[in-house]
């Protein structure tokens, strides 16, 4: 599975738009891009995936490039409850069972 | 809809003490099941997965076993406590025919050795 690259971290004024930003240059054509987030002491919590077009659900969007090599996932009004370490993780489906955390960023959303 | 219990949330032991860890997962059949540890400071890493009843795979070589004696029951174990098995235990299932959803995961048990 491919690697991914994500800033240390990031701060985002609560209420505004928070754009989380993640590099996979060698990501591979039926790799999928997911999203996780760990609030502390907490399990992770899966937000959104996708392969090529742009996602929206109920927690965020996800604009994937088209060459596919970066993502941002938008949160569109960041809350101080989506202060957390955000993951992005590229896995083929079907692929290998792991499913295989980084180091994630950290966002802090301020008041 | 589908649940995951994971149980205790927090526990203390001795070392060279035994472990027990139970996940168990409602609301579905046939999951795959895994086991991750978080140390502290660090990543999650993949321990133990499982495609079926009786059927474990190991990831990391290490004091601890796994094993799935019914399909939604997955339970992590050590004859021996070390210190270094301290961490945040979190166990975790997804569809077995995989798809595209992602993994759902536990709260976590975080275990300190002594």
Known sequence: ?111 | SQTIHQWPATLVQPVGSPLSLECTVEGTSNPNLYWYRQAAGRGLQLLFYSVGIGQISSEVPQNLSASRPQDRQFILSSKKLLLSDSGFYLCAWRHRTGGNGGYTFGSGTRLTVV
């Open chain 1, 1 to 111: 599975d491919a690697k991914t690259t994500q800033p240390p971290s990031m701060d985002c004024a609560e209420g505004r738009a928070a754009n989380l930003p993640c590099n996979h240059s060698t990501i591979s054509g039926n790799e999928y891009v997911y999203w996780y987030r760990q609030i502390h002491s907490q399990g992770p919590q899966y937000i959104i995936h996708g392969l090529k077009n742009n996602e929206t659900n109920e927690m965020a969007s996800l604009i994937i490039t088209e060459d596919r090599k970066s993502s941002t996932l938008i949160l569109p009004h960041a809350t101080l409850r989506d202060t957390a370490v955000y993951y992005c993780i590229v896995k083929a489906q079907g692929g290998s069972e792991k499913l295989v955390f980084g180091k994630g960023m950290k966002l802090t959303v301020n008041p």
